[in-house]
């Protein structure tokens, strides 16, 4: 007999165990389903049939062979409610007609704008003024003295005087100091470079007063203020000689002093140190205060016969500032620098002046030329005396 294969094991069927489940996470109001609901969903769908949850009851459906998806629950949600986001959500700023800006839109003010474009290239301004100085100069070279022969009433007078006096008649030249025929363009070119070095010296003015008269005028308002206040200057002393201090004092008691100084109660503090020694009254008259700390001159009416933007200028202390700009070594150098540049237009063997400047801006030179007048003052004084020996001993020599 044949043998048969022998049966095969049982076999032994484990229920699934069933999980205790979590609540489920309901998200913007809407119930998750479960892992198995929804695997049992699918499976009623793949094989057509439907559940409705009123009568729980199966109806068999034709299968649709194209693939359906699973619906999903949709929970209307009315005006007042919002849904609940998880997640945080960052503001964004809402751009409209009706949003406010944070700040106060403001006119661009080209005066400043121009000003502080002059200030920012001062040097640079010095350095083309240098270069076109220097250039000048070297083209000054090329002209020569030529003589020109007289011609018309002049010739005619040179002649006659001759002739009156029975000499020989000469013919009269006139010098006249040109260039040479044969670069005669370069006439052209001194002109436009005297033109552009004028322009470049009155900016470099310009861009002095903006960028260091500032200065100036903050250290003189400290200087003041530190004798006004530690030294009791113009209130416990008087100054003598001082022509600088006797100017100082026109700006005491004007309202606008201290303008560029930080300490703007300085005045306050005068008077509160010395009003116990001194005159109430005359402190506060010399600073231009009155007995309630304010400044008196700004309680006076204004005149209605200047315009508005001319009885608003504190005229006292523009004439102080201007004194003191006007006695600024470096303003008087630019300003005289300026004046021969003008000059030069009408001549330009002005322009040799400026060839000063070259020494002085060139390190080299600036060292030669400190090295040289450096004992000045002394050799002045040895040749005053050598020269006053000779003319007290030159009556005793005998000849």
Same mark, same amino acid.
């Given at each position: 007999?044949?043998?048969?294969?022998?049966?095969?094991?049982?076999?032994?069927?484990?229920?699934?165990?069933?999980?205790?489940?979590?609540?489920?996470?309901?998200?913007?109001?809407?119930?998750?389903?479960?892992?198995?609901?929804?695997?049992?969903?699918?499976?009623?769908?793949?094989?057509?049939?439907?559940?409705?949850?009123?009568?729980?009851?199966?109806?068999?459906?034709?299968?649709?062979?194209?693939?359906?998806?699973?619906?999903?629950?949709?929970?209307?949600?009315?005006?007042?409610?919002?849904?609940?986001?998880?997640?945080?959500?960052?503001?964004?700023?809402?751009?409209?007609?009706?949003? !406010?800006? @944070?700040?106060?839109?403001?006119?661009?003010? &080209?005066? %400043?704008? =121009? #000003? +502080?474009?002059?200030?920012?290239?001062?040097?640079?301004?010095?350095?083309?003024?240098?270069?076109?100085?220097?250039?000048?100069?070297?083209?000054?070279?090329?002209?020569?003295?030529?003589?020109?022969?007289?011609?018309?009433?002049?010739?005619?007078?040179?002649?006659?005087?001759?002739?009156?006096?029975?000499?020989?008649?000469?013919?009269?030249?006139?010098?006249?100091?040109?260039?040479?025929?044969?670069?005669?363009?370069?006439?052209?070119?001194?002109?436009?470079?005297?033109?552009?070095?004028?322009?470049?010296?009155?900016?470099?003015?310009?861009?002095?007063?903006?960028?260091?008269?500032?200065?100036?005028?903050?250290?003189?308002?400290?200087?003041?203020?530190?004798?006004?206040?530690?030294?009791?200057?113009?209130?416990? !002393?008087? @100054?003598?000689?001082?022509?600088?201090?006797? &100017?100082? %004092?026109? =700006? #005491? +008691?004007?309202?606008?002093?201290?303008?560029?100084?930080?300490?703007?109660?300085?005045?306050?503090?005068?008077?509160?140190?010395?009003?116990?020694?001194?005159?109430?009254?005359?402190?506060?008259?010399?600073?231009?205060?009155?007995?309630?700390?304010?400044?008196?001159?700004?309680?006076?009416?204004?005149?209605?016969?200047?315009?508005?933007?001319?009885?608003?200028?504190?005229?006292?202390?523009?004439?102080?500032?201007?004194?003191?700009?006007?006695?600024?070594?470096?303003?008087?150098?630019?300003?005289?620098?300026?004046?021969?540049?003008?000059?030069?237009?009408?001549?330009?063997?002005?322009?040799?002046?400026?060839?000063?400047?070259?020494?002085?801006?060139?390190?080299?030179?600036?060292?030669?030329?400190?090295?040289?007048?450096?004992?000045?003052?002394?050799?002045?004084?040895?040749?005053?005396?050598?020269?006053?020996?000779?003319?007290?001993?030159?009556?005793?020599?005998?000849?």
């Amino acid at each position: 007999m044949l043998a048969l294969p022998a049966p095969p094991p049982p076999r032994v069927y484990i229920p699934p165990m069933e999980l205790e489940t979590s609540e489920t996470m309901t998200p913007f109001g809407i119930p998750m389903k479960s892992e198995q609901e929804s695997e049992t969903e699918e499976s009623h769908l793949a094989n057509g049939v439907t559940k409705t949850p009123d009568t729980q009851t199966e109806t068999s459906t034709p299968t649709v062979k194209e693939h359906t998806e699973p619906a999903v629950q949709e929970v209307p949600i009315t005006e007042t409610e919002e849904p609940v986001d998880s997640v945080p959500r960052t503001s964004t700023p809402k751009t409209g007609e009706d949003d !406010e800006l @944070p700040y106060e839109a403001k006119s661009f003010d &080209w005066g %400043k704008y =121009v #000003l +502080s474009l002059f200030a920012r290239n001062f040097y640079n301004f010095k350095y083309a003024a240098l270069v076109l100085a220097f250039i000048i100069n070297v083209m000054l070279l090329f002209y020569r003295v030529n003589r020109i022969p007289l011609a018309g009433e002049e010739a005619e007078d040179n002649s006659d005087n001759n002739a009156t006096g029975g000499g020989e008649v000469e013919q009269e030249f006139a010098e006249v100091v040109a260039m040479e025929d044969d670069i005669y363009f370069r006439e052209y070119m001194m002109q436009i470079l005297a033109i552009a070095h004028s322009v470049i010296s009155f900016s470099m003015l310009i861009a002095y007063y903006c960028l260091k008269v500032p200065l100036v005028i903050f250290k003189r308002e400290k200087e003041i203020a530190r004798k006004l206040e530690f030294e009791g200057l113009w209130v416990a !002393e008087q @100054p003598e000689d001082d022509i600088k201090a006797h &100017w100082d %004092k026109l =700006v #005491l +008691s004007t309202q606008s002093f201290p303008e560029s100084y930080w300490d703007k109660f300085v005045k306050k503090k005068v008077r509160a140190r010395y009003a116990e020694q001194y005159d109430y009254e005359a402190i506060s008259n010399l600073l231009g205060m009155d007995k309630s700390d304010s400044i008196k001159i700004g309680e006076e009416q204004k005149s209605g016969v200047l315009p508005s933007f001319l009885s608003s200028v504190d005229w006292q202390y523009q004439i102080w500032k201007w004194g003191v700009i006007f006695t600024d070594n470096s303003f008087l150098y630019i300003a005289w620098y300026f004046i021969f540049s003008v000059l030069g237009n009408r001549n330009y063997f002005f322009f040799a002046a400026h060839l000063l400047d070259v020494a002085i801006a060139i390190p080299a030179l600036r060292t030669i030329l400190q090295s040289v007048t450096h004992n000045g003052k002394q050799v002045c004084y040895v040749a005053f005396s050598q020269s006053k020996q000779h003319f007290i001993t030159w009556p005793n020599v005998n000849i």
